[in-house]
């Protein structure tokens, strides 16, 4: 009973096996390339991948599909990332009393130009015309200098095109 029972285990497997339906691999349409994200965050251009440090790239395809008009709704996409009525922090770093003075914690740069305040920097354009938004956390103050103990928020726009009149 038992040398039958094998075998009728054995049997049963290979009919199950042989009843399975066989599946073809699908002829590839194209070959699909991950797109690339070049920034600027070292002051050299590299792909984010990369870089060395933890950054946060969105560019204008992304804020675009996300509906992302303004500060508000890009700090929402930032990990570590807080937004207050008149700054930014970056892992908890940023300016706790600007009535007081003081200098921000998180550098702020607009086409690499340093901006003392976010809320400038931030609504100069109103995002209309960003390529990109970087953001480089934790401290930044061997390339970018003082004031950039939490991280550094740069926005990139785009170049000017002479050639075709664009407007939103």
Known sequence: MNAR???FNILFCFAFLLNTPFTYAEEDEGERKLEEVVVYGQKVEMSVSDTS???????????????VMGPN???NFIPATTRTDWDIKIRGVGRNFRGLGGDPG???YYNGIYSSDFG???TESGLY???RIEVLRGPQGTLYGR???GGVLNYVTNQPNHDVFEAQ
């Not at 946060?56 to 996300?66: Q, R």
Request: proline content about 0%; cysteine-free.
């Open 5 to 7: 029972f094998k075998l």
């Open 53 to 67: 440090i933890a950054i946060t790239a969105l560019d204008e395809n992304f804020l675009k599909d996300m509906g």
């Open 73 to 75: 709704e890009m700090v």
């Open 106 to 108: 998180v550098g702020t």
């Open 120 to 122: 400038i920097a931030a």
């Open 129 to 131: 015309d960003i390529q």
């Open 147 to 149: 004031n950039s103990i």
